[in-house]
């Protein structure tokens, strides 16, 4: 993981940074012009500090900035894009549009800055000066506790995950998508189809899954969740279907048609509780018709530990 990142960063930081270990737990790192870079863990935040050539990360976020924090320039962020967008950041304008491009290992890049705008619309971020680095993390088995919760005999009842940003759905997600695949407990394994949008779940390099997500999971990556779920439905018949952070209306009706289809849906949804869940237009909906029978809400810690609960259609707590 740490070398998949590091070949990002410019070489003067690349070469400070090889030999030293990265703080445990990093989930984000932060990088803003001008502003000390920022490496965040579950535990807290620590500053970035070069000193004689060689990287520290010698104190928390909030304690003050000490004299040889690193802090990041306008060239730092344009040598990084480089290395992201293999010198050709034209060829992603989409995912720019969009604020993020997805590199090999499945970790997320988003950028913010000064953008351009058509018709009212975001055109492009032509001047890119903030970048959040989200570190993908395949953590296998994480999902072991919960998957009796969602199985259904052969098959799972139509299941969401819910947690606040970077709360670990899409880990979550990515694990009981390959223990599905793989089979558990004597249960033969089910033909799984993803719909990877934004490349975080297979991590798809040429088209070929970096992470696993099991023997029987087909993979359709870089497309929209409505397209790629219709697509899928019509092309390989799968038992599950499973997406990652439903959003807009497009996406839930998509969702509705293939629950009506006769496939089981496994999907994420930003909402740091069942509560939140109910409140937001359209899911409320499918709270009250009882579309879904099981949500898995994964909340954190004051310590940044993450609990996971296990609620029934009628929101009851199940395990």
Known sequence: MKQGIERIFPTHMRESLAGTPWPQGL???RIRV??????????GARWLTIQDGTCRFPECAGSGYQEHTYRATVQDIAEMLSYISSYSLYA????VRQGYITIEGGHRIGMA??????????????????????????????????????????????TLILSEPGGGKTTLLRDCIRLLSEGDAGRAGMRVCVVDERSELAACHLGIPQNDLGPRTDVLDGCGKPEGMQLLLRAMSPQVLAVDELGSETD???VEQAVYAGSKVLGTVHAGSVKELAEKPYLSCWVERQLFQRYIVIERGRDGARHMGVYGARMERLC
Do not use: M, W
Request: aromatic letters at 8%; proline letters at 3%; a negative charge.
């Open 27 to 29: 989930e984000e790192i």
């Open 34 to 43: 001008g502003q000390p870079v920022e490496f965040l863990t579950a535990a």
């Open 92 to 95: 992603y304008q989409e995912e």
């Open 113 to 158: 800055g000064s953008v351009a705008l058509a018709d009212g619309r975001i055109a492009g971020i032509p001047h890119i000066t903030f970048l959040n680095i989200r570190v993908a993390h395949e953590k296998k088995g994480c999902a072991k506790d919960v998957l009796s919760c969602i199985r259904h005999g052969d098959s799972i009842y139509n």
């Open 252 to 254: 839930f009706l998509a």
